[in-house]
């Protein structure tokens, strides 16, 4: 081709036929031009294409950082609001407006949650390389979120550790003999279930000024990191549901894209006796929705601390039609019905449990108080 073109320029030349060999120049120039600008911008569109290419694996790189952190967030509003629930039963029987309920962790005073988010750490660099401005935005409000929810769950955890730790061991509540009891140097699961508080003691401390400020304490700091949790949990599935829809991604019924989807999630906007229907509607081989033995004890205990305790009876009575050689199910049935003052059938369903886990330390322990309500 190059040999051709010189052909025509020599022959142009020895013909004398200038002013049409610098038509003829011009245009060749030109042709290299075009030629030179055509390569760079299909290299332009390739360098285009790999930057949103990037992009979009970034986008769905977020979304599944968004539903691993979204376990983290429910895990922690569930400890919360347990922690909020205890605070509650310790002020009422102080006061002398409820009595001991066996059901209740009281070593919640002692043990924390580090409800540890990473959000921030895994995306913090990511926004210089966001070109859309309102994706741009959303991220950094989320990661804003996520700090002030961070350091709402660090002071939660100062007030744990700088103020309660030191309360319980200046009035000797914890328990030492218990925790030598369990042989085992690593048995957390037998360790936990242990009487880590001396509750007669702790009794002693109602009404004290010392115990009702830290009662103040423990109260205004777990609705504070409660309130940002949950401020987290909505602009967590605000921002996966925009990026869903900037991807192209199919939503599910979720809204938070689990699967299988938490049932706990359907809360939002159904009923519980809409819940159990959707359950029982449920193809066991190819479930929507979590349907296992745990995703339905979760969701009892849900609804316990939030104080939905005839809905919960309902969750754990589906559990054990679904799964009636669970122990676990039976045990925490029998919590229930303790808290709804139904002793009998309580009495009935930790035995239960007993029968299919004779090594069921808490429906044994159970059982026991029981014996004191006649």
């Known amino acids: 081709m190059i040999r051709f073109f010189r052909k025509i320029r020599k022959k142009l030349l020895t013909e004398s036929k200038f002013n049409k060999y610098l038509v003829y120049a011009i245009g060749e120039i030109v042709l290299v031009m075009i030629g030179i600008l055509l390569a760079l911008q299909v290299n332009n569109w390739n360098e285009l294409r790999k930057k949103e290419e990037a992009e979009i694996q970034l986008y769905k790189k977020l979304i599944d950082d ?6 983290v967030i429910e895990k922690k509003i569930y400890s ?10 310790l002020y009422d029987e102080s006061i002398g407006k409820t009595e001991y309920d066996p059901t209740v962790n009281y070593k919640n005073l002692y043990t924390y949650s580090p409800g540890q988010l990473f959000f921030y750490e895994n995306h913090s660099k990511s926004l210089p390389f966001i070109t859309d401005n309102e ?42 003999e218990a925790v030598f009891k369990v042989q085992s140097f690593d048995d957390w699961p037998t360790l936990s279930y242990a009487s880590l508080i001396l509750y007669p003691k702790l009794v002693e401390q109602y009404g004290t000024v010392e115990f009702d400020q830290l009662l103040y304490e423990l109260r205004i700091f777990t609705t504070w990191s409660l309130y940002h949790y949950n401020l987290l ?28 989807i938490l049932l706990e999630l359907l809360l939002e906007d159904r009923t519980v006796d809409e819940i159990i229907d959707i359950v029982r ?15 339905l004890t979760n969701l009892g205990y849900n609804l316990i601390t939030d104080r939905q305790l005839k809905n919960a009876k309902k969750i754990f009575e589906l559990g054990i039609e679904l799964y009636p050689d669970s122990y676990n199910l039976y045990d925490s049935y029998g919590e229930c019905l303790i808290k709804l003052k139904e002793y009998e059938n309580a009495s009935k369903a930790f035995k239960k449990a007993l029968e299919l886990n004779p090594e069921s330390f808490n429906s044994e322990r159970l059982l026991e108080y029981l014996k004191t309500k006649g």
């Open 66 to 71: 968004l539903n691993s952190e979204r376990t």
């Open 281 to 295: 509607n449920e193809n066991p081989e190819n479930p929507t929705y979590d349907i296992s033995e745990q995703a």
């Open 233 to 260: 949990k909505e602009a967590n599935q605000e921002f996966e549901i925009y990026l869903k829809n900037k991807v192209s991604l199919e939503q599910t019924t979720s809204k938070q894209g689990f699967s299988p």
């Open 135 to 176: 994706t741009h935005d959303l991220l950094k409000k989320y990661i804003d979120q996520e700090k002030i929810t961070t350091t709402s769950n660090e002071d939660w955890n100062k007030v744990k550790t700088e103020k309660i730790r030191p309360f319980l061991t200046k009035h000797g509540i914890k328990n030492t």
């Open 80 to 89: 919360l609001k347990s922690n909020q629930n205890l605070h509650f039963q």
